[in-house]
């Protein structure tokens, strides 16, 4: 089973957060900027005129909603990254969300904001 993590392993972990956050809202900004640019000349910079359903746009609006999937991709991650750093500040950073228990390091290092044990994430996906 795995252990609880140290103080200055949540330190390096917060690091990471903190690096990732910054890059997602980068990305966020300039993917936004890209989606709107097109076909939206009177944009307010407001997301919700964008039609979301790949049946509400034609071919040629394609690399537009693709890039509208991967906004709502990052936004995700980036939500899961902030709920991650709200976790450290509250000291529970490192465990499972589902089973209280310590999320395992090799988990933690490919997903630092999983909020989940690999086995509640397993069991969550097959719940659907
Ligand atoms: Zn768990």
């Known amino acids: 089973m795995a252990s609880v993590l140290k103080s200055d392993e949540v330190e390096s972990f917060r690091q990471v957060l903190v690096d990732l956050r910054a890059r997602l809202r980068g990305d966020l900004d300039q993917m936004t900027d890209e989606a ?3 076909d939206q000349p009177d944009s307010s910079g407001n997301l919700s005129n964008v039609p979301l359903h790949m049946a509400d746009v034609g071919t040629e609006n394609y690399d537009q909603e693709f890039t509208l999937g991967l906004i709502e991709n990052e936004q995700g991650t980036l939500e899961q990254v902030y709920e991650a750093l709200d976790r450290i500040n509250a000291g529970t950073f490192g465990r499972c969300q589902e089973c209280d228990e310590p999320i395992a390091r090799p988990r933690l290092q490919a ?7 690999i086995q509640c994430a397993r069991e969550l996906e097959s719940r659907g």
């Open 111 to 117: 997903l630092p904001y999983t909020r989940h044990c």
């Open 36 to 38: 709107l640019r097109r």
